[in-house]
């Protein structure tokens, strides 16, 4: 059956439905981001000393392991939750997504330290983080494939960025916490109970992001799939089969995407204020600005996305993070808080901000109802947990090993892009609204552009 067809029975869903799935897609965005944000951030802070007994190398090596460990997990629940939510629908999925992530961080925050536990603090860390992990894995590609199929076709690719712009309201809310806390208390109160805060509070947005899911009903286009029979027994394993020459340039472009949000999100945290110099505070600050203009600029993109295409946009992406690397880092060597602020707000309001919306509308758009969650899963999950979450521990790696300068990153990011630009060439362009593409059609428009090259 179509992929454009199929989503466009989200025509059936009343603009009261539309709302509350876009809503309750990006509450639950939210708190997936700020966890992670918050474990990222408590990464290159503060579980190196707390968890791992060395604020050194180790010590901080030790911690980005831990942060590179949920994205081992992502996979897993990613592609675990998308077989039921493509088989049984998505709002009851999200629901233990939701809970299973949330819950996880809210127990991070009550763990005992190295100190009283020993070995265990870091054995029980890492379990809460695969936990983080396996919810968070299948938590954004539903929330992508409910607000994809919730949308009107003239605006998917706006509307698919509430949830890209949500990522930034969390990672922005954990970000100003995390700032908060630790300019407003002394550095040893912060280690000692200050950074616990926000995991402990993750707990009230569960419930917020819980009240949201529990108003918003099935998508019509789920629904539509289930009575006409096209549900699929085992939609991981039919969507590698018949898609999998979309998958691989999809993978491509997420190998790009997602280390970019964490070399600037996680490492040049430690990285300017570690091997440089500035004041965390200052460095939490611009990350917040930074974090902030993101999500009018997803919004943007996305609007432009549904008006020019949605490879251009992602074309653009690619090459601008070709070309940023190298200023970026340029940008943190001066150690000036506003140019290093710069560099963040670039990295990731035009990386990002032009990624996150626009691939989740593409994605949408080239697999049918049937498959959808799973091949949005698939695309993203599995680089996550290749060049995403160790994007920092690699980064810290390169950097040592060049001496504490970072043009081995440089070179890291920009092979990253590169790749990101070659799979979004072979993507095929969805926009075209007007043509019930099938999924057969668009697999062998991509076999096709491979065959010329």
Do not use: C
């Amino acid at each position: 059956m179509a992929a454009q067809h199929d989503i466009d029975r989200a025509g059936l869903d009343s603009p009261r439905q539309r709302r509350h799935a876009i809503i309750a897609s990006s509450a639950g965005t939210v708190i997936e981001w700020y966890d992670f944000t918050l474990y990222g951030l408590a990464s290159a802070l503060v579980f190196a000393p707390l968890f791992f007994g060395s604020g050194g190398l180790a010590g901080m090596l030790g911690a980005f392991a831990t942060f590179a460990v949920g994205f081992v997990a992502r996979p897993v629940g990613g592609l675990v939750f998308a077989h039921f939510g493509d088989r049984l629908g998505r709002k009851g999925t999200l629901l233990v997504t939701l809970l299973t992530m949330g819950l996880a961080t809210t127990l991070i925050g009550l763990l005992p330290t190295a100190e009283v536990a020993g070995v265990w603090a870091p054995v029980l860390l890492i379990l809460l983080r695969l936990f983080q992990g396996a919810g968070a894995g299948a938590e954004f590609a539903g929330a992508m494939t409910m607000a994809g199929e919730s949308a009107r076709t003239q605006h998917r690719a706006f509307t698919a960025g509430f949830p890209g712009a949500a990522v930034y309201v969390g990672m922005a809310l954990a970000t100003a916490t995390f700032a908060l806390l630790s300019g407003l208390l002394p550095r040893e109160v912060f280690l000692a109970w200050g950074w616990r805060i926000p995991f402990i509070a993750s707990i009230a947005i569960v419930a917020l992001a819980m009240y949201f899911r529990l108003r918003v009903k099935e998508t019509a286009a789920f629904e539509a799939a289930a009575q006409s029979g096209d549900v699929q027994r085992a939609p991981l394993v039919e969507v590698v089969r018949s898609h999998w020459r979309v998958l691989l340039p999809a993978m491509a472009l997420f190998t790009f995407v997602l280390p970019w949000v964490y070399v600037v999100q996680t490492f040049s945290i430690s990285y300017t204020t570690g091997t440089l110099a500035l004041d965390p505070t200052a460095m939490l600050v611009g990350l917040i600005v930074a974090e902030l203009l993101t999500i009018p600029a997803t919004l943007l993109f996305g609007r432009l996305a549904d008006r020019i295409g949605r490879k251009p946009v992602l074309l653009g992406a690619a090459v601008f993070g070709i070309l940023f690397a190298f200023p970026m880092f340029l940008l943190y060597l001066t150690e000036a808080p506003v140019l290093v602020g710069l560099g963040l707000v670039l990295g990731l309001a035009v990386i990002q901000g032009a990624t996150i919306g626009v691939s989740a509308a593409m994605l949408a758009e080239i697999f049918p109802t049937s498959l959808r969650w799973s091949g949005i899963a698939i695309s993203r999950e599995i680089p996550a947990a290749l060049v995403g979450g160790t994007a920092p521990l690699v980064a810290t790696w390169l950097v040592s090993i060049a001496g504490g300068t970072p043009w081995l990153v440089v070179g890291y990011l920009v092979a990253l892009s590169i790749i990101g630009l070659v799979g979004t060439a072979y993507l095929p362009e969805t926009l075209d609204r007007d043509a019930a593409t099938a999924p057969e059609v668009v697999a062998g428009a991509v076999a096709e552009r491979v065959g010329n090259h």
